[in-house]
């Protein structure tokens, strides 16, 4: 297992390299080039054009460039925003604990409801639960998300009000403006983008627990644990969900970077200071050094969460060995 996990670690490395070579060359190629949004600046002449190119460096060559960022960001250096003028980091660091909240309370309900109704489900095959469970699973997977958060805002936070008039649920942000700190104010928040986030995943999640389970309960090994007398919840719990599982971390792994990245149409519709946001006014304001730093870092979070999803195999599933 050492082994295998010391090659991996080295195929990952190498792997971000590459990854690392071909966006910037993508970002480098953007047609306009990467001072795009002062070109149309009546206040900035071409002296100071051609100073700015030379403060960021883009009066280099794209490999001495490279060479250069990759130097910096080695040394835990990502770079100045051309928006804010701050450290990219610093940007990152005030966006990154909104998305943390709301992907990872968004990712336990999806677990919360998904999981135990695909179990369900699978075990009650073709009863009228399971018939009402996956039509409501598949218009889950079917509905646009935009659109879904949408409907929400204008259901809870627009004709429903409150017993003050006020909105029943706000619709945007992630604390009333000018307010003290208030937990009850957070979690009024979090309502609907959690709801729009969570139904929508449990809806795909849902569809894969049932159809694990209902691959695995009709195994030798399931039927010789009850024809040994074993509990029907022991049956279930111990020997089937645990290789059913298999597949639904798969799906959790790949959502890792996700909790990072956050959600870009949820982070606009209601308006929360994400990383998601970040990500969407990086790239309309030409803003490559944040840009940069969003892609390469969600990049390197789907290699590592690949690695784990398999290591996650090996303690799933015995039969699995890595060497």
Do not use: C
């Amino acid at each position: 297992m050492v082994e295998y996990l010391a090659r991996r670690l080295v195929q990952a490395l190498v792997l971000l390299f590459l990854l690392s070579l071909i966006l910037f060359g993508l970002i480098s190629a953007v047609p306009g080039g990467l001072m795009t949004a002062y070109e149309n600046n009546p206040d900035i002449t071409p002296e100071d054009y051609a100073r700015l190119q030379a403060k960021y460096g883009l009066d280099q060559p794209v490999p001495v460039r490279y060479v250069k960022w990759l130097g910096n960001v080695l040394r835990g250096d990502w770079g100045t925003s051309f928006v804010s003028k701050r450290p990219v980091m610093q940007e990152i660091g005030d966006r990154l604990p909104n998305t943390l909240l709301l992907m990872g309370l968004a990712e336990l309900v999806t677990l919360l409801i998904a999981i135990p109704l695909g179990i369900y489900s699978s075990l009650r095959q073709y009863s009228l639960f399971d018939h009402v469970a996956t039509t409501f699973a598949f218009a889950g997977q079917s509905l646009p998300v935009f659109w879904f958060g949408l409907v929400l805002i204008i259901i809870f936070a627009v004709t429903l009000k409150g017993p003050t008039g006020a909105p029943l649920l706000p619709g945007s942000g992630m604390a009333t403006p000018n307010a003290p700190f208030s937990l009850v104010d957070r979690v009024r928040h979090l309502i609907l983008p959690v709801t729009m986030l969570s139904l929508v995943s449990a809806a795909g999640y849902m569809r894969f627990m049932r159809s694990a389970m209902l691959d695995v309960v009709n195994q030798d090994y399931v039927r010789t644990a009850r024809a040994k007398g074993m509990a029907e919840k022991e049956v279930v719990f111990k020997h089937a969900l645990r290789n059913a599982l298999i597949p639904v971390v798969t799906l959790v792994a790949l959502d890792i970077p996700t909790l990072f990245f956050g959600a870009v149409f949820t982070e606009r519709i209601f308006a929360w200071p994400g990383m998601g946001r970040l990500y969407i006014d990086a790239a309309f304001k030409t803003d490559y050094p944040v840009l940069m730093a969003l892609l390469l870092i969600s990049g390197a979070l789907i290699i590592f969460s690949n690695l784990l999803a398999d290591l996650l195999y090996a303690y799933l599933d015995p039969r699995i060995k890595y060497t």
